[in-house]
């Protein structure tokens, strides 16, 4: 199994992204999948992440601000981001609870994108 992330890149402040996941591979079903993202300096941290069922949970920050969606026929998890601040710099990691067979559930990262955003 593995996710590729596309979608990073250098904007202004209150400029827009939009991030895509893509997950590939042999396995069951996507269960949970999320967005997390590494400052310089700074520990990973959640972002937004999405059930299967579309449930969704975002950090603080970035509620009214960044939308995550996923597309269950393509395997894909999106994560829209607008109004962007300097603070949203960061690398941005995607990840999903895979079956990979029945019972049996793993966790699987994407490579990371950059994302810069200047004042």
């Known amino acids: 199994v593995q996710l590729q992330a596309f979608g990073g890149g250098l904007v202004q402040a209150g400029g827009s992204l939009r991030l895509s996941c893509a997950v590939s591979?042999?396995?069951?079903?996507?269960?949970?999948m999320g967005w997390y993202r590494q400052g310089p300096g700074k520990e990973r941290e959640l972002v937004a992440s999405i059930t299967y069922g579309g449930f969704t949970n975002y950090k603080d920050s970035v509620k009214g601000r960044f939308t995550i969606s996923r597309d269950n026929a393509k395997s894909t998890v999106y994560l829209q981001m607008n109004s962007l601040k300097p603070e949203d710099t960061a690398v941005y990691y995607c990840?999903?609870?895979?079956?990979?067979?029945?019972?049996?559930?793993?966790?699987?990262w994407g490579q990371g994108t950059l994302v810069t955003v200047s004042s």
């Open positions: 591979g042999t396995f069951f079903s996507i269960n949970d």
């Open positions: 990840s999903a609870r895979v079956s990979v067979r029945i019972g049996v559930l793993r966790e699987y």
